[in-house]
């Protein structure tokens, strides 16, 4: 098939291709995307199909592409309407238990402990007499509070 072939089969078939497709679908956008593909695919073929062949192969690869997108489209699931408990959990593995468990035990007993004595809520100031390390305590707690806070 020659180029002017091609434009004449372009003119003579499109119009007929997009009312077939859009017969069977009954969404113009799609229609008119199945059309151009099937031109397309002619396209890339122009040098195997004959002119006389052309209306029969057109039809043919606009038939299978609108029967493969519709099969897409089956598998396909709109999530908008579907319901969030089939597709979510609320019970999930989370290993920051275990990370924070590790970096604990690489730190110095003192960083530790003010640490640990700062997750759980203690008051501060029954510390500030009975400990020696309230020093590195008082420096961790506010860059603790400091962080909380951000």
């Known amino acids: ?4 072939e091609y ?15 859009l017969k069977n679908i009954k969404d113009s956008e799609k229609a008119a995307d199945i059309v151009q593909d099937s031109f397309e695919k002619l396209w890339r073929k ?4 004959s002119y006389t062949k052309s209306k029969s192969y057109l039809f043919s690869t606009a038939y ?9 489209d089956r598998r396909m699931e709109d ?5 969030a408990v089939r ?5 999930q593995y989370s290993d920051l238990q275990e990370i924070l ?11 530790r402990t003010v640490i ?5 809520g203690k008051n501060h100031s029954k510390y500030k007499k009975n400990s020696l390390f309230w020093g590195y305590f008082e420096r961790f707690y506010w860059a603790v509070e400091r962080l909380s806070r951000l």
């Open 7 to 21: 434009n004449y089969c372009v003119e003579d078939h499109s119009d007929g291709l997009y009312r077939f497709i």
């Open 87 to 91: 597709y979510s959990h609320e019970m």
């Open 46 to 49: 122009v040098s195997e199909v």
């Open 64 to 72: 299978h592409t609108m029967i493969d997108g519709i099969r897409k």
């Open 1 to 4: 098939m020659t180029v002017e």
């Open 101 to 111: 468990h590790t970096a604990l035990d690489r730190l110095p007993e003192i960083q």
């Open 116 to 120: 640990l004595l700062t997750q759980l």
């Open 79 to 83: 999530l908008s309407q579907a319901k």
